[in-house]
């Protein structure tokens, strides 16, 4: 009964173990912790390390203290936190590359690298950290948005150095090196000046503010516009309101602006002669509500048809 499930263990383990328990010939693809797990009795991997880009949450490397290729993680986006803590020796190179949310990368045991070390591209990584790296015999290329940047066992690199880092990073301690004789193929070390917006972000920003505010101040004037429009058209609509509604209605009701206008305002512009019952406007006024058919006794209005000579039309019988 106990011999299936260690059949099974061994059958798992078969491909990762070959001549003997501490060198694992394969290379390897890792794309979860329990894959790492597989090579944790493996003190050399005489193939390439590669982390999947499907890999998520962190991944330890346990116990590999050799790794014959090279060791590359490119785009796992989900992965926080990159461990070997017992690496020393990698014969490849160390690429690690657009890892978006990667916080963590610890190789705090790796003291040469026989290829080039290229880390860019890792927005989340601010602290990194190389306690043991001696010799690095290709290019050493960090670039992000690091805070630090500390190899403090650093002796000589044959390629390339080119650090830079974000504003807060300091470049002494690495410049340093530089009369020691540690970077024989150039060197550059800086940081972003700055904020870490870049010009286009920053006059996209202002001239998104700018449009917002002519946006809010447009909206206020036409507001206030419209509200300004509104008063203006209720005063003149007092006049067709008082002629509509006729004074048909119960005498009691009437409100004062029904009420029937004194002769004595209308008496220069009131004629004399009748002309019908039909209700008549003067001056914009109305005059037949004082009249028809309220009053008891109708009073008949006549226009002029001659030539108008101001804005109102007068009365035959006018004294002016
Ligand atoms: C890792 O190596 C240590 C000895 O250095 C050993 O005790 C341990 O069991 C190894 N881990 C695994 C998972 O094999
Ligand atoms: C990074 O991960 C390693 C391994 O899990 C851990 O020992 C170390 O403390 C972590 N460092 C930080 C800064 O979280």
Same mark, same amino acid.
């Given at each position: 009964?106990?011999?299936?499930?260690?059949?099974? *263990?061994?059958?798992?383990?078969?491909?990762?173990?070959?001549?003997?328990?501490?060198?694992?010939?394969?290379?390897?693809?890792?794309?979860? /912790?329990?894959?790492?797990?597989?090579?944790?009795?493996?003190?050399? $991997?005489? +193939?390439?390390? &590669?982390?999947?880009?499907?890999?998520?949450?962190?991944?330890?490397?346990?116990?590999?203290? #050799?790794?014959?290729?090279?060791?590359?993680?490119? +785009?796992?986006?989900?992965?926080?936190?990159?461990?070997?803590?017992?690496?020393?020796?990698? #014969?490849?190179?160390?690429? @690690?590359?657009?890892?978006?949310?990667?916080?963590? *990368?610890?190789?705090?045991?790796?003291?040469?690298?026989?290829?080039? $070390?290229?880390?860019?591209?890792?927005?989340?990584?601010?602290?990194? #950290?190389?306690?043991?790296?001696?010799? @690095?015999?290709?290019? *050493?290329?960090?670039?992000?948005?690091?805070?630090? @940047?500390?190899? %403090?066992?650093?002796?000589?690199?044959?390629? =390339?150095?080119?650090?830079? +880092?974000?504003?807060?990073?300091?470049?002494?301690?690495?410049?340093?090196? =530089?009369?020691?004789?540690?970077?024989?193929?150039?060197?550059?070390?800086?940081?972003?000046?700055?904020?870490?917006?870049?010009? +286009?972000?920053?006059?996209?920003?202002?001239?998104?503010?700018?449009?917002?505010?002519? *946006? $809010?101040?447009?909206?206020?004037?036409?507001?206030? !516009? /419209?509200?300004?429009?509104?008063?203006? !058209?209720? !005063?003149?609509?007092? &006049?067709?309101?008082?002629?509509?509604?006729?004074?048909?209605?119960?005498?009691?009701?009437?409100?004062?602006?029904? =009420?029937?206008?004194?002769?004595?305002?209308?008496?220069?512009?009131?004629? !004399?002669?009748?002309?019908?019952?039909? %209700?008549?406007?003067?001056?914009?006024?109305?005059?037949?509500?004082?009249?028809?058919?309220?009053? %008891?006794?109708?009073?008949?209005?006549?226009?002029?048809?001659?030539?108008?000579?101001?804005?109102? =039309?007068?009365? $035959?019988?006018? #004294?002016?």
């Amino acid at each position: 009964m106990l011999l299936l499930p260690s059949l099974l *263990l061994l059958a798992t383990s078969w491909p990762v173990v070959i001549a003997d328990s501490d060198s694992c010939s394969s290379s390897a693809t890792i794309s979860s /912790q329990s894959d790492a797990d597989t090579y944790a009795n493996c003190d050399q $991997i005489d +193939g390439s390390v &590669t982390i999947s880009s499907s890999a998520s949450g962190s991944i330890i490397l346990n116990n590999v203290t #050799e790794i014959k290729g090279s060791f590359t993680a490119e +785009g796992a986006s989900g992965l926080t936190t990159l461990a070997a803590p017992d690496l020393e020796t990698l #014969e490849g190179a160390l690429t @690690v590359d657009s890892m978006s949310s990667l916080s963590n *990368l610890s190789m705090n045991s790796l003291s040469e690298v026989s290829s080039g $070390i290229t880390i860019i591209a890792n927005p989340k990584l601010k602290h990194l #950290e190389f306690e043991d790296l001696e010799e @690095v015999d290709g290019q *050493l290329k960090l670039t992000g948005s690091f805070s630090s @940047v500390s190899l %403090p066992s650093l002796d000589q690199v044959k390629g =390339q150095t080119t650090i830079r +880092g974000g504003r807060s990073m300091s470049c002494t301690a690495l410049n340093n090196l =530089q009369s020691e004789d540690v970077y024989h193929g150039g060197y550059s070390c800086s940081t972003s000046s700055g904020s870490s917006l870049s010009t +286009g972000a920053k006059a996209g920003i202002a001239i998104g503010v700018i449009v917002g505010v002519l *946006l $809010i101040l447009f909206l206020m004037w036409w507001v206030f !516009r /419209q509200r300004r429009v509104r008063q203006k !058209r209720r !005063r003149p609509s007092q &006049t067709p309101a008082s002629i509509s509604p006729p004074v048909l209605k119960d005498e009691k009701q009437s409100t004062p602006q029904y =009420q029937p206008i004194p002769s004595s305002d209308l008496s220069p512009k009131v004629p !004399r002669k009748p002309v019908g019952l039909a %209700p008549a406007l003067l001056d914009g006024r109305s005059i037949y509500e004082a009249a028809y058919p309220a009053s %008891p006794i109708p009073v008949y209005h006549e226009l002029d048809a001659g030539p108008v000579f101001s804005t109102h =039309q007068r009365p $035959i019988n006018s #004294e002016s």
